[in-house]
């Protein structure tokens, strides 16, 4: 039954890769839940979740310093708004197309439903390579971007944050069109804003320390914690950088970081400060951290090469492989925490599990993104700002929510200790009770 059900998602969105894996990841997790609830299957609820409620695709045209023109793709896909307003973040890689969009929208909407908070789902962004491109650009093709996502936005209706390649730059510049536009001060209708004009205390870091907590609590199911254990994370941006963060505030040592270029490797742990200065302050690449730090730097390398116990991968979709996995496996890692979306591919989440290796999967361990920008709305719609110690606190407490509530889960349908089944499950039911208490629509 599930496979016929795929079998005809498959045929409806024909090359969108992401999105097929996406989709059989969850559909495969709710067997269980089928043979219990057969009703649900008469509902054609699967094939409502997996049918996005809008999907707008669009031209944005700007114009580089030297007075060239340029045309890239947009795409905002609002993908289910049975908790919430949509929300989810946009990225700006120029790797994206509609199918990575799709698989990022699809996966959000069970993340935001897992942090308890009133959200949809949805994700947007765009082809353009933000690489090498001046401010000036950057704010000129924000502008152009903005432009035409405005009329689809609003504070109940859908409200984008950052993902890779935005970041609170980018929001500062869509935010100001965005106002410009419409004339009104609406807080509510971006997260991930600076702190002085509506955003979150915590927000930045958000990501990165949700997921160390939720890493955390999976040890604590064992009887372990993070002191004294290596970590090794791979990209080096927003969520890398805080993850390695919060690691080393629950004493562990993070080792190792990467970027789309290499990785580097400092047994003696990775000096944040300076990786803040050259990755978040100067945008330049990781090497020159390796210059100016001393630590090695592998031109190309595969980061999971380094021993560790802990494994973060923090960059982008299918990073982490088998031959990756097998590598982990054999060098002794004990916890795995996505930090990133679908980060691992199929064959290697079966390696760890089959490895018994604690496994996070990504809409459950890097929640707290999402969760924090939940706050952030909370905040706007009060005209409240909260303390950074506030804020961290009611972070931390969702993470550990989210942690148990995929633990039970799991438990409950006979797969204790499988996050995956857990977090899928559990994010499915959530959804589909408030999709069927709300009618065929
Ligand atoms: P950033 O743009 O801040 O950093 C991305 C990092 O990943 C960079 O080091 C980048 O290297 C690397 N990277 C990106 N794409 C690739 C690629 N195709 N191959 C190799 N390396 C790559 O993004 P974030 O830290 O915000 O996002 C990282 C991941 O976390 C994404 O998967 C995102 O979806 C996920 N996520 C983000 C949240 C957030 O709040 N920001 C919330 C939840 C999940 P380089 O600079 O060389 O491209
Ligand atoms: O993947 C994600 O959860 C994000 N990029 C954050 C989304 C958000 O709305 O804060």
């Given at each position: 039954m599930i496979e016929k059900?795929?079998?005809?998602?498959?045929?409806?969105?024909?090359?969108?890769?992401?999105?097929?894996?996406?989709?059989?990841?969850?559909?495969e997790s709710l067997g269980p839940v089928f043979a219990r609830r057969p009703e649900l299957l008469d509902e054609?609820?699967?094939?409502?979740?997996?049918?996005?409620?809008?999907?707008?695709?669009?031209?944005?045209?700007?114009?580089?310093?030297?007075?060239?023109?340029h045309v890239n793709r947009g795409f905002r896909v609002e993908f289910n708004s049975a908790l919430g307003p949509y929300k989810g973040g946009l990225r700006f890689h120029p790797s994206v197309n509609l199918g990575i969009i799709k698989f990022l929208g699809f996966e959000q909407t069970f993340k935001n439903a897992l942090t308890g908070m009133?959200?949809?789902?949805?994700?947007?962004?765009?082809?353009?390579?933000?690489?090498?491109?001046?401010?000036?650009?950057?704010?000129?093709?924000?502008?152009?971007?903005?432009?035409?996502?405005?009329?689809?936005?609003?504070?109940?209706?859908?409200?984008?944050?950052?993902?890779?390649?935005?970041?609170?730059?980018e929001i500062g510049y869509l935010f100001g069109q965005y106002r410009r536009i419409t004339n009104r001060w609406e807080a509510g209708v971006l997260t991930g804003k600076g702190v002085l004009w509506g955003g979150s205390q915590a927000r930045a870091e958000a990501t990165g320390y949700g997921l160390v907590v939720f890493t955390a609590e999976m040890l604590k199911t064992r009887g372990e914690d993070l002191d004294g254990k290596r970590v090794v994370v791979s990209g080096s941006g927003n969520v890398a950088i805080y993850a390695m963060e919060k690691a080393r505030q629950l004493g562990a040592t993070p080792i190792a970081c990467s970027d789309s270029s290499g990785y580097v490797v400092e047994e003696k742990g990775i000096d944040l400060d300076l990786l803040k200065q050259v990755k978040l302050t100067e945008r330049a690449r990781l090497s020159e951290y390796a210059e100016r730090s001393g630590a090695r730097f592998v031109s190309g390398g595969r980061v999971w090469e380094v021993p560790c116990e802990v494994a973060l991968p923090c960059a982008t979709q299918n990073e982490l492989d088998e031959d990756d996995a097998v590598r982990l496996v054999r060098n002794g890692v004990q916890a795995v925490g996505e930090g990133a979306n679908m980060p691992t591919t199929p064959s290697g989440i079966k390696v760890?599990?089959?490895?018994?290796?604690?496994?996070?999967?990504?809409?459950?361990?890097?929640?707290?993104?999402?969760?924090?920008?939940?706050?952030?709305?909370?905040?706007?719609?009060?005209?409240?700002?909260?303390?950074?110690?506030?804020?961290?606190?009611?972070?931390?407490?969702?993470m550990q929510h989210i942690h148990?509530?995929?633990?039970?889960?799991?438990?409950?349908?006979?797969?204790?200790?499988?996050?995956?089944?857990?977090a899928n499950i559990a994010g499915f039911e959530l959804v589909e009770e408030a999709m069927v208490a709300q009618g065929l629509i």
């Open positions: 059900l795929y079998d005809r998602i498959l045929h409806r969105n024909p090359g969108e890769r992401e999105f097929h894996q996406a989709v059989w990841e969850v559909l054609s609820l699967v094939e409502r979740l997996c049918e996005p409620e809008r999907q707008i695709i669009f031209r944005v045209p700007w114009s580089d310093d030297s007075g060239r023109t009133p959200i949809g789902g949805g994700k947007g962004g765009s082809d353009f390579d933000p690489k090498g491109r001046s401010d000036a650009e950057i704010m000129r093709f924000c502008q152009s971007f903005m432009t035409e996502l405005y009329r689809h936005l609003g504070e109940y209706t859908d409200i984008p944050a950052g993902d890779i390649g935005v970041g609170s730059r760890l599990r089959d490895a018994d290796v604690l496994f996070g999967p990504g809409k459950a361990a890097n929640a707290g993104g999402v969760a924090t920008s939940a706050l952030e709305m909370q905040q706007n719609a009060s005209r409240d700002s909260w303390s950074f110690e506030h804020t961290e606190a009611r972070l931390t407490e969702i148990g509530l995929c633990h039970t889960t799991a438990e409950r349908y006979g797969r204790p200790g499988d996050y995956v089944a857990g």
